[in-house]
């Protein structure tokens, strides 16, 4: 019967588990066996993965879609944390900690997510070991990107969408002219803005301060760093 089931994985779906960094160092045929556990939640968009302070017992793995993690500040406000896309993976910190949610997840479009329930998963780690370091070195690169921001949360918008600007992957050959690098916006200038702690009409002046000083343009979601050097020299302030 397990047989059947992983031959019926790799051969009529896209393995979700083949996306995920923590599973990366199974073997193909490990990786099918995982898939066998991950149970499948599809989610239109704008529902709810979970709210915070929800206790759910489980892991989640974007297999297509994204979905927005935030928190509802005290204000009343709700901060945009980051975006899972597909491949990422949310809910480990509850999972390896026992604690309730500390955020609030939600499709942004319509998203296929594969489940681990803590039991299932618990058994995956007994076995595979290195499941659990892959999952605390995730944990560990999204709190160092974390703290980056907040170090630059007491800096300007411009140096906060001059830092965004510049880790976004630049659009490749092909669609690049002149040699001027040019990159995507991944979400809403809305979502942008509370990812960043600010507001969209923040964010709109300093876009068009930067633009005044000819270090970009703007094109609807296409932005052109015409010198980037000018914004790395803005970040670090040299």
């Not at 302070?53 to 945009?80: A, C, D, N, W, Y």
Request: with cysteine.
């Amino acid at each position: 019967m397990r047989e059947l089931l992983i031959r019926d994985i790799t051969e009529h779906d896209d393995n979700c588990v083949r996306r995920v960094p923590i599973f990366s160092g199974l073997t193909t045929e490990q990786q099918d066996l995982v898939a066998t556990v991950a149970r499948p939640q599809i989610l239109s968009a704008g529902e709810l993965v979970h709210g915070a302070g929800e206790r759910t017992g489980k892991m989640f793995v974007v297999h297509t879609g994204e979905i927005k993690l935030s928190r509802t500040l005290p204000s009343g406000r709700k901060q945009l944390l980051r975006v899972a896309r597909p491949g990422e993976t949310l809910g480990e910190h509850a999972f390896l900690t026992g604690n309730s949610t500390l955020e609030e997840a939600e499709a942004r479009s319509q998203t296929r997510l594969c489940v681990f329930v803590h039991d299932d998963l618990t058994k995956l780690i007994d076995q595979y070991p290195n499941i659990a370091h892959r999952m605390l070195r995730t944990l560990g690169d999204r709190l160092a990107h974390t703290e980056h921001r907040l170090t630059l949360s007491s800096q300007s918008v411009d140096v906060r969408i001059a830092d965004y600007l510049l880790q976004q992957p630049l659009i490749r050959s092909g669609q690049v002219t002149n040699g001027i690098m040019r990159v995507q916006l991944p979400l809403s200038k809305k979502d942008i803005a509370s990812l960043l702690g600010t507001t969209p009409e923040s964010l709109s002046r300093a876009l068009s301060r930067l633009r005044n000083k000819g270090f970009l343009t703007v094109d609807d979601d296409i932005v052109s760093l015409l010198q980037p050097d000018e914004l790395e020299h803005l970040i670090t302030g040299d």
